[in-house]
């Protein structure tokens, strides 16, 4: 007969590769949720590998650490049934599976069904898709066991319902972007319309690479009801009680949480991302450029808000063209955050490099190619002071200007990791008004003052692109909706404009190839979701054609 069951919610933070430390943390998270009086303790999709484990799954020795750490579970924990992810192989295929484990025995298993391959997902590149359900009895509570991608498409649920499953448990790696909070919200009413079952939705959290997970587990009861939220951006081991005769509740008692705001929830991904990958690959610290600027501005405390103003290090680097209040903004931005702030000015270097190609310059422009002298200077500068110190350089472009090309290669884009690579300008205001909410760090006029590299005379971003309104919302229809020119003229920008920043888009690929990872927030990021070609001939055609 069923009776009340408690379950765990182990919204862990693994490390990609790292099976003998993620089964150690599956451990001791085991034994604090038996402690706390839960039946099952579950973990996330893929959990002993992390995810995702990429083409690490391709080579056999992981499969070995895997059985390993597997092993090292099944010997460790008692008193508790658990359910956790991971890849599975046999004579038919490797399958992304999820195992439940009674007392060191496998008493159930269940192979993910839908396999996502899109945006950031490749999982038909590796894994075979099962087709059975599963329902485990947990104390007399037939569970259904589901993996991500299985919870968003109709189906699996339906199955394990039919299967004989009173309540649904999802172990899920779910990344984080924008509005993904409220499809998540979406997607388990439709299952809960579909099947008339409570969910259980656990998700992973942390940084991997240009991934972050988010967390925020989700409960829902049998009318859709929100019973509760774990933190976002967080590790977390929240507890729910299923009761037969009163369903699925929080084990505390109180309301879930509220939902993160957009922009506050973009930041915290911004900074657990900085703080997951320096961790993740053994950086202590990080070094940048501060220009005085906004996007340089917020890059900092990111990166203090990551990784502790002690473990960040910011160098001005004027050269001839740097005005007096970049200088003063940017030592306002570095004195407000409290890191280690220096002065090395790249004038001798630049003229050491005119001096040097003079002859071969002779009777050309000035131009584009002496404005990139200076911010290369710069790269040599940062990437000498990253070697030196063991700290990571953080690059500080924007996704408006990567978009179309306004960066250096081997000068700003410079870097191991770009923050705000994925992050329009105009959301990098709206990250530096939110900011400043938590605390000083950006000067007033640094949101006032017209954006400009710095590179010429009087020089402002608008002397070679559209104002960052007009160009935002170019570029979001044009990357991320994949809207024709003459679709976005339409909406009533000038088509002459439209055609121009597609066509930087188109022709600087090659730029964006180069670039370092940086954290993913929008739909359609460069890089893992928006895979074009270098060589390309799209965006050059005409029609109709010209006669021969």
Same mark, same amino acid.
């Given at each position: ?267 915290? &991904? /911004?900074? %657990?991302?900085?703080?997951?990958? =320096? ?6 610290? !990080? #070094? +940048?450029?501060? @220009?005085?600027?906004?996007?340089? &501005? /917020?890059? %900092?405390?990111?990166?203090?808000? =990551? ?6 290090? !910011? #160098? +001005?680097?004027? @050269? ?13 931005? =570095? ?7 220096? #002065? ?17 310059? =002779? ?186």
């Amino acid at each position: 007969m069923s009776q009340p069951i408690r379950i765990a919610l182990g919204q862990m933070n693994p490390v990609v590769g790292d099976v003998i430390g993620n089964a150690r943390r599956i451990i001791e998270l085991s034994e604090k949720a038996r402690e706390a009086g839960a039946d099952l303790a579950c973990f996330p999709e893929l959990a002993l590998t992390g995810y995702p484990p990429e083409d690490l799954l391709l080579r056999p020795e992981l499969l070995v650490w895997v059985e390993r750490g597997l092993a090292l579970i099944r010997q460790k924990v008692r008193g508790i049934d658990l359910l956790l992810g991971l890849p599975e192989d046999d004579t038919s295929g490797l399958y992304n599976m999820a195992v439940v484990i009674r007392e060191g025995e496998i008493i159930a298993r269940y192979r993910k069904q839908r396999l996502p391959n899109y945006s950031v997902f490749d999982e038909k590149r590796y894994f075979a898709a099962g087709s059975e359900p599963c329902v485990v009895d947990i104390r007399g509570v037939a569970v259904g066991v589901l993996i991500c991608e299985d919870v968003w498409m109709p189906g699996p649920a339906a199955q394990a319902r039919d299967a004989g499953a009173e309540l649904l448990v999802t172990i899920n790696a779910s990344p984080f972007r924008t509005e993904k909070t409220e499809n998540r919200a979406q997607m388990l009413a439709e299952r809960v319309e579909e099947t008339g079952l409570p969910i259980v939705y656990l998700n992973m959290v942390g940084g991997q690479d240009e991934l972050v997970f988010d967390g925020g587990s989700l409960a829902v009861d049998a009318r859709a009801r929100l019973v509760h939220r774990a933190p976002a951006f967080e590790e977390a081991m929240p507890l729910l009680d299923h009761d037969p005769a009163f369903g699925l509740s929080a084990a505390d008692g109180h309301p879930p949480r509220e939902v993160e705001d957009p922009v506050g929830a973009v930041y915290k &991904a /911004l900074v %657990l991302g900085v703080r997951d990958y =320096a961790r993740k690959n053994g950086f202590k610290g !990080a #070094v +940048m450029g501060l @220009s005085g600027g906004i996007d340089s &501005a /917020l890059t %900092l405390a990111i990166a203090v808000d =990551a990784l502790g103003a002690e473990n960040v290090e !910011a #160098v +001005m680097m004027p @050269s001839r063209y740097t005005a007096d209040i970049s200088l003063e903004d940017a030592e306002s931005e =570095a004195r407000a955050l409290g890191v280690d702030y220096r #002065v090395i000015a790249v004038e001798p270097a630049f003229k050491a490099f005119l001096d040097m190609l003079e002859e071969e310059f =002779a009777g050309s422009d000035w131009g584009v190619t002496e404005e990139n002298i200076q911010a290369r200077s710069r790269g040599v500068v940062l990437m000498a002071i990253s070697n030196k110190t063991g700290r990571i350089l953080l690059s500080t472009g924007n996704k408006s200007e990567m978009a179309v090309g306004y960066a250096t290669l081997y000068g700003d884009m410079a870097g191991g990791f770009a923050v705000l690579k994925d992050v329009p300008k105009m959301l990098v205001y709206e990250l530096g008004r939110y900011r400043n909410q938590q605390g000083p760090a950006i000067p007033e006029r640094v949101f006032e003052r017209p954006p400009s590299a710095e590179l010429a005379p009087d020089q402002q971003d608008t002397d070679s692109l559209p104002a960052y309104p007009i160009l935002d919302r170019i570029l979001e229809l044009y990357i991320e909706h994949d809207r024709s020119v003459e679709d976005i003229a339409a909406e009533g920008f000038e088509e002459d404009v439209v055609r121009r920043i597609a066509r930087l888009v188109n022709i600087n690929e090659y730029k964006r190839r180069q670039a370092p990872p940086g954290v993913r927030i929008t739909r359609r990021a460069f890089g893992r979701d928006r895979r074009y070609p270098i060589t390309s001939g799209f965006g050059r055609q005409e029609w109709p054609p010209e006669s021969d």
